[in-house]
């Protein structure tokens, strides 16, 4: 079949990437867009742009109904779904060529059968690939699930048996908790698939998730593209990944490769996709995981490795064009690591600055530019910064180099999470592991470096700020009139001014050789040789060190970033906002999000630590618990509201008073 338009039906950056691949082999790209994602990068880069409904997902981006419509008042004669979204619905991809239209990707009829984990596990075993321990059937009764838990014993998973991408997941250490585990899971699947069927699968400890990317066109042609790792994960989402899979014997690599190419085969796909494995290092065991019928967000580490335009191939195999390419042509090049940049809801949601310096071996996709507005309706995940070096060491070393370089202005991300993960030992000898958060050797070693104590910090703010009032920029009153000026102490003495920082006291002043800070006491803080605030960019030169802090200076607060040190101070006078949280009483809103849950009625007595709420945010499903031993007496906000960060989300009269 053959087409020229092809509507991309989803947003952000994989949005960017599929229209950018569109362009690039001739082909016009169209967007859909919800009212969040009206001025979003990758409306303004698509040929054509369609208005689809509103921000909530449920009325745009999972709308197929409003998605073919779209594609055909724009004349399309393809979908490209991305990843995420519907691009795993069989019955959008079937009704998208039921509308006369190509779907890019595998058949409806593949997308079920191994949308399905249960079905998927019986075809890995149909061709001889080796599967967990686990419960797969159709007796979804909570009798029937507890007693195959009881049986398989823990610990365990609880696992959506509908979808992928880490949702509808849950780990059972004890049975005692497997009801409440057994409810979480079936919720989020019910919220993220529309299907609240689970399995259970034995846990395997320390293993790693290795997969292995599989192209397919329509002629019967496999073949494999190499492995990747994808062990570092938080809350079963992955946070790096990287190809080739680091130290796996080549004997265990071509068999899952072979293997992988073998289950594709069998199913006569089509397309790209992904079969996913749990290898364990300990006694070279690997286990069949899933297939994911679509293309990965992880897929361009493996395109620098192998040269290969995977969304290109994607748009080809559609026209119907045979493989070109053979097994043999397919070699691994040097190594390549993927960092998915998520925001962590810790600041605000509009991106005031975005900008990474051209570094070489680096490559960076991302959903949002200086002027962005994150929403709260979608995956945190607003970009990926992937780095590719001739080996590991020097990809490692290149990535935390862009992650260092990466200029980010009024939003919290992880950048200084990943680059301390990147920094330990466990890492740098790939001692990978699905429980590589959780190991108890990371705590020292893993530390961001947001989370250092910063000392230098208070001192810095209120060098900025005295400068920043010094070009008037803060100045009160007709003093912001006269343009660059300074404050000038009694007797002619050189300027001095007073600002709080941190509920702290700091003098700036001048001296003959620059500027430097004191507390109340007169003890010198800091001295710099050399200060210039250029917009909101530091310049000084402190203990014979030239620096570099980013500023972000608002009512109350200060930001300083310096590479991924990135640390908020309050100014001022502070005062508690209305409709807050106190810590130790009350439960807030840990980022904005969406209240889908109360678990309790007002009056309910609870103990510290029991569920009383489910908070929405970024696509995922969270349990916020009670703070402390008390009565639930404040509940502001009905189900279904949609609250800012820090929003008081329920109130408790404690039994005793946390604060004595």
């Known amino acids: 079949m053959s087409f020229d338009t092809i509507l991309v039906a989803n947003r952000g950056e994989i949005a960017r990437r599929i229209i950018r691949a569109c362009q690039t ?30 921000a909530d997902a449920t009325q745009s981006y999972l709308d197929p109904t409003k998605l073919i419509a779209a594609a055909n008042r724009a004349g399309a004669q393809a979908v ?27 058949t409806a009829d593949v997308i079920t059968l191994m949308g399905s984990k249960s079905a998927a596990k019986a075809q890995a075993e149909a061709v001889g690939v080796p599967v967990l321990p686990g419960y797969r059937g159709a007796d979804q009764s909570d009798a029937t699930l507890t007693a195959e838990a009881a049986g398989l014993g823990v610990p365990l998973l609880v696992k959506a048996s509908a979808g992928g991408g880490g949702r509808g997941i849950r780990r059972v250490d004890d049975m005692a908790d497997f009801p409440a585990a057994l409810a979480a899971a079936r919720r989020e699947a019910q919220a993220a698939f529309g299907n609240a069927d689970v399995l259970l699968e034995r846990l395997l400890e320390s293993a790693r998730h290795v997969e292995v990317q599989v192209l397919g066109d329509h002629y019967g042609h496999v073949l494999h593209l190499g492995d990747r790792d994808c062990s570092v994960q938080q809350s079963h989402q992955k946070l790096i990944e990287e190809a080739p ?16 190419v073998r289950l594709a085969m069998h199913i006569d796909y089509r397309n790209a996709g992904t079969v996913e494995y749990l290898y364990n290092p300990t006694t070279g065991g690997w286990h069949f995981l899933e297939m994911n019928t679509r293309l990965q967000v992880e897929h361009p580490v493996t395109e620098a490795v192998t040269g290969v335009d995977l969304v290109a191939w994607q748009l080809r195999i559609a026209r119907e064009e045979s493989l070109t390419l053979t097994q043999s042509d397919i070699t691994v090049n040097g ?133 920043a009032r010094a070009k008037s920029s803060l100045a009160p009153g007709p003093w912001g009139k006269l343009g660059n000026w300074r404050l000038t102490a009694p007797a002619g003495r050189r300027g001095a001014s007073w600002h709080e920082v941190a509920e702290e006291e700091l003098c700036v002043r001048e001296i003959p050789t620059g500027h430097e800070v004191c507390d109340s006491a007169g003890v010198v803080l800091l001295t710099a040789a050399y200060a210039l605030l250029s917009g909101n960019t530091l310049d000084l030169e402190t203990e014979g060190l030239r620096r570099r802090v980013t500023v972000e200076i608002a009512a109350q607060d ?29 439960i807030s809103a840990p980022m904005p999000g969406l209240l889908a849950e109360v678990l309790h009625p007002i009056g309910t007595c609870l103990k510290q630590g029991d569920p009383v709420l489910v908070f929405e945010a970024m696509k995922l499903m969270q349990t916020l618990s009670s703070p402390c031993d008390g009565t639930l007496t404040t509940l502001p906000h009905p189900v279904g509201a ?7 989300l329920a109130q408790l009269a404690p039994e005793k008073d946390p604060q004595t």
């Not at 016009?28 to 509103?54: K, M, T, W």
């Not at 101070?569 to 009483?585: C, D, M, N, S």
């Open 558 to 586: 200060i930001i300083l970033t310096e590479g991924l040190r990135r640390i908020r101070l309050p100014h001022g006078t502070q005062t508690e906002p209305t409709g807050t949280a106190r810590p130790g009483t009350d």
């Open 80 to 106: 490209h779904p991305g990843y995420g979204f519907l691009s795993e619905n069989a019955e959008f991809a079937r009704a998208v060529t039921q509308a006369g239209l190509m779907w890019i990707g595998p």
């Open 245 to 260: 899979a680091p130290d796996i014997p080549d004997e265990i690599r071509t068999a899952m490769t072979a293997a992988a």
């Open 25 to 54: 082999l001739g082909l016009r790209a169209v967007a859909v867009y919800s009212e969040a994602d009206r001025d979003a990068p990758f409306v303004h880069e698509a040929d054509l742009a369609l208005p689809i409904g509103p």
């Open 335 to 467: 190594s390549a690591i993927e960092a998915r940049i998520v925001l962590d809801g810790s600041e605000g949601t509009d991106v005031t600055r975005w900008h990474l310096p051209d570094l070489p071996g680096l490559r960076f996709e991302s959903a949002v530019e200086a002027g962005s507005v994150v929403s709260h309706h979608y995956d945190p995940m607003i970009a990926k910064l992937i780095a590719h070096g001739p080996d590991r060491a020097i990809a490692l070393a290149r990535l935390r180099v862009g992650l260092a370089a990466l200029e980010v202005g009024g939003i919290g991300t992880n950048a200084a999470q990943i680059d301390a993960l990147l920094a330990t030992p466990d890492f740098a000898a790939a001692r990978l592991g699905t429980d590589f958060l959780t190991r108890p050797s990371l705590n020292a070693s893993a530390q961001p470096a947001n989370a250092q104590t910063g000392d230098d910090a208070p001192p810095l703010a209120a060098l900025a700020l005295a400068l």
């Open 642 to 648: 949609t609250v800012p960060s820090g929003a008081l």
